[in-house]
């Protein structure tokens, strides 16, 4: 048996630039056998995307990022409110041990998933398109050598054709980044969050990346062995070189700025002459014609490219040198707040700087791109679709389950708990013969799982005799009854919640018997389910009424109720003599104390709640549980001032005799009060 101990709980949200951050609260982490159960509360406007990473060395790092191992509330599209993950290290590999957990809520509200929709990129507000084009890349206003680094290549113009990608509206913030990895190695901590980070050098960008990456499910671009990237892969990367100053002077849509925006420096760029000497909250100076901020000044940018002399032949998506240069440096771009006016030109859009790919400045950060508009959504898996529908039927129902969703799992569950991936695997259509609640969940990999969707099937109740008993007339010692019918068993919780929507029971199980009801709910379900079936009602909802000779369903009578539970006239004993049980039964089925165990559920043999309906032997009749589980209520007779319940229930250490009679308000509810449902006449 394997135990995993959490020793503590970080938890760490962020959101979209400006936005009222998503708060993770109430954290409860329980280990369990092989697997840890993480609760909390997730307080935000919107859905959220929620990520779990586990540090296996006290905090230092963060560097686990469970996505097939966990479920419940984690990913896209969690919702707001008490949530649970559960994590199973074993699937990990992770060894017996102690770890720290961090939890990660970001706002993800998704408006549509269709591209057509016109809010579709507004939910991604740190990105933006830069649609597919051509333009002359480099020194477009024939400068002279003494506007550029003189020891870098003067950028020799040439046309440069590239396809559409998104970049990142802003440069990464500290917030992201420590969101992400952990810790914000940036220098300038003061009012930070919302501060581009710095300090960062290339290798720690494209780790960046590819951690995001693997938290969002995403395919990570670079290969950190090699230090090559897949532009193919859906995850973050950095721009190209050609990809940064095309999406700098904003496409094809900007005039031939010097600047990224603009001809004026102070208006798009903070450098060393209006910054303080320090850098400033991203999205302060005026974006390019892209809604771009800071792509010249605040801090330098790394791209992808090593630094290397340009070529001056036309190029599609160009990807810079496919070998490093001897002083493995890469290539930055943009300018910074520590950069002079008036001794350099470092914020032109065509300038080009480089820097060793392990060097961290406080002067250099990055800004995202990827490439294709499908990996900004991760696709969520369409919820599954039950037929038939939940509700009352008189023969056993052929259940299927499907889901639009190509290569999805459907997983479900027959016993009302919620489905997860180790529930059963949906391969063939379900046989339903008795009452049961369907749940059903759908899973692909690197998708967000659906909804859950649930269906309520109460099975043999629908105007027929089936789970009705015929009692037939007869005279006890209480009085004469005429015939009628019963039920066999105690409403269950899912017959009840097939008609009514809602299940009030304190011990959950779809075929306990239905309790935590008072006598109007009793009444309010038979009027309910006869209308549900075409049946007149019985009861007169203004007075209370009960109208014994329609054919709808009712509470059986004291009278019907007590002459059932002894047999009716099945059985020899038809009277009930305090001092002589030979004469009459004291329970339903039996007199013997010692056999009542085997026909009744009480505190001698369940003192921990209901059971499920029939599981005791029946009485003469075949009705079960006259005797034990829950008391049963009743119709009273016409002018009576209280409303009796009988037959004891699961607490009773001493199960009182079926003539015992409880008196109660009518607005009573209890753990322990349910009903049976009784008809005059089956027949219109």
């Known amino acids: 048996?394997?135990?995993?101990?959490?020793?503590?709980?970080?938890?760490?949200?962020?959101?979209?630039?400006?936005?009222?951050?998503?708060?993770?609260?109430?954290?409860?982490?329980?280990?369990?056998?092989?697997?840890?159960?993480?609760?909390?509360?997730?307080?935000?406007?919107?859905?959220?995307?929620?990520?779990?990473?586990?540090?296996?060395?006290?905090?230092?790092?963060?560097?686990?990022?469970?996505?097939?191992?966990?479920?419940?509330?984690?990913?896209?599209?969690?919702?707001?409110?008490?949530?649970?993950?559960?994590?199973?290290?074993?699937?990990?590999?992770?060894?017996?041990?102690?770890?720290?957990?961090?939890?990660?809520?970001?706002?993800?509200?998704?408006?549509?998933?269709?591209?057509?929709?016109?809010?579709?990129?507004?939910?991604?507000?740190?990105?933006?398109?830069?649609?597919?084009?051509?333009?002359?890349?480099?020194?477009?206003?024939?400068?002279?050598?003494?506007?550029?680094?003189?020891?870098?290549?003067?950028?020799?113009?040439?046309?440069?054709?590239?396809?559409?990608?998104?970049?990142?509206?802003?440069?990464?913030?500290?917030?992201?980044?420590?969101?992400?990895?952990?810790?914000?190695?940036?220098?300038?901590?003061?009012?930070?969050?919302?501060?581009?980070?710095?300090?960062?050098?290339?290798?720690?960008?494209?780790?960046?990346?590819?951690?995001?990456?693997?938290?969002?499910?995403?395919?990570?671009?670079?290969?950190?062995?090699?230090?090559?990237?897949?532009?193919?892969?859906?995850?973050?990367?950095?721009?190209?070189?050609?990809?940064?100053?095309?999406?700098?002077?904003?496409?094809?849509?900007?005039?031939?700025?010097?600047?990224?925006?603009?001809?004026?420096?102070?208006?798009?760029?903070?450098?060393?002459?209006?910054?303080?000497?320090?850098?400033?909250?991203?999205?302060?100076?005026?974006?390019?014609?892209?809604?771009?901020?800071?792509?010249?000044?605040?801090?330098?940018?790394?791209?992808?490219?090593?630094?290397?002399?340009?070529?001056?032949?036309?190029?599609?998506?160009?990807?810079?040198?496919?070998?490093p240069p001897d002083d493995r440096k890469r290539i930055n771009r943009g300018g910074s707040y520590t950069d002079k006016a008036e001794t350099t030109d470092f914020w032109l859009v065509a300038f080009r700087n480089s820097a060793l790919q392990d060097s961290a400045w406080d002067n250099v950060g990055f800004r995202l791109v990827r490439s294709n508009i499908d990996a900004l959504i991760p696709q969520v898996v369409a919820d599954p679709v039950i037929n038939p529908t939940g509700g009352t039927y008189d023969t056993a129902q052929t259940i299927t389950i499907t889901c639009i969703t190509d290569g999805a799992s459907i997983y479900y569950t027959n016993d009302g708990s919620d489905p997860t991936e180790s529930s059963t695997l949906y391969t063939a259509s379900i046989e339903l013969s008795e009452s049961a609640t369907i749940k059903a969940k759908a899973f692909k990999a690197a998708c967000t799982p659906s909804n859950i969707v649930s269906e309520v099937y109460a099975i043999n109740v629908t105007g027929t005799t089936e789970d009705l008993v015929f009692v037939e007339s007869g005279t006890f010692d209480r009085g004469t009854v005429s015939s009628f019918y019963i039920g066999e068993h105690e409403v269950t919780q899912a017959e009840y919640q097939a008609i009514m929507g809602t299940n009030p029971s304190n011990f959950s199980g779809d075929n306990k018997p239905v309790e935590m009801v008072s006598w109007y709910d009793a009444v309010n379900y038979c009027n309910a389910r006869s209308i549900a079936e075409g049946l007149t009602p019985c009861y007169d909802t203004s007075t209370w009424e009960c109208d014994l000779t329609a054919n709808g369903y009712r509470l059986p009578t004291e009278l019907e109720w007590t002459y059932a539970a002894k047999g009716g006239n099945l059985t020899a004993f038809n009277s009930y003599n305090a001092e002589s049980y030979p004469d009459g039964y004291r329970w339903a089925g039996t007199n013997d104390i010692n056999e009542l165990e085997n026909y009744a559920w009480y505190n001698h043999n369940g003192p921990d709640g209901t059971k499920p309906v029939g599981t005791k032997l029946p009485n003469e009749l075949g009705l079960y549980d006259m005797s034990g589980n829950v008391h049963e209520w009743t119709t009273p007779n016409p002018n009576n001032t209280w409303y009796y319940f009988m037959g004891g229930a699961w607490c009773h250490t001493s199960l009182p005799n079926i003539w015992k009679r409880i008196k109660q308000y009518a607005s009573e509810t209890a753990y322990d009060i349910g009903f049976r449902v009784a008809r005059t006449r089956i027949s219109e």
């Not at 008490?82 to 017996?96: G, L, R, T």
């Not at 973050?236 to 990809?243: G, K, Q």
């Not at 603009?262 to 903070?270: G, H, K, M, R």
């Open 1 to 323: 048996m394997k135990r995993y101990y959490i020793s503590a709980l970080v938890i760490l949200t962020i959101s979209y630039l400006f936005s009222a951050a998503p708060i993770v609260s109430n954290i409860l982490v329980t280990p369990e056998t092989n697997q840890v159960s993480i609760n909390y509360t997730l307080t935000a406007d919107n859905q959220c995307q929620v990520i779990l990473l586990v540090s296996p060395d006290a905090g230092v790092n963060y560097n686990h990022f469970p996505t097939t191992s966990v479920s419940g509330d984690v990913g896209n599209a969690v919702m707001p409110g008490n949530n649970q993950i559960i994590w199973k290290p074993s699937e990990d590999d992770m060894s017996v041990g102690t770890y720290k957990v961090k939890i990660i809520a970001r706002d993800n509200p998704v408006v549509s998933l269709d591209p057509d929709h016109p809010e579709y990129l507004e939910q991604f507000e740190s990105f933006v398109k830069v649609p597919g084009g051509t333009f002359t890349m480099g020194n477009t206003w024939d400068l002279g050598s003494s506007n550029f680094n003189s020891n870098m290549d003067l950028p020799t113009t040439h046309q440069v054709t590239l396809s559409s990608f998104y970049i990142s509206k802003y440069e990464v913030t500290q917030a992201e980044y420590e969101a992400v990895m952990g810790t914000n190695p940036s220098k300038h901590l003061e009012n930070g969050k919302n501060k581009p980070v710095e300090n960062v050098s290339w290798l720690m960008a494209v780790s960046y990346c590819n951690t995001r990456s693997i938290q969002e499910g995403l395919t990570p671009c670079y290969d950190l062995s090699d230090l090559s990237c897949d532009f193919s892969a859906n995850g973050y990367r950095l721009p190209t070189e050609a990809e940064w100053e095309y999406a700098a002077r904003g496409a094809n849509n900007d005039s031939d700025y010097h600047y990224s925006g603009s001809d004026i420096l102070d208006d798009v760029a903070w450098h060393w002459d209006n910054s303080g000497d320090i850098s400033h909250i991203v999205c302060e100076k005026a974006p390019n014609s892209l809604g771009l901020y800071d792509m010249s000044g605040n801090v330098w940018e790394w791209c992808y490219d090593w630094a290397a002399a340009y070529s001056n032949e036309t190029q599609t998506d160009p990807t810079g040198p496919t070998s």
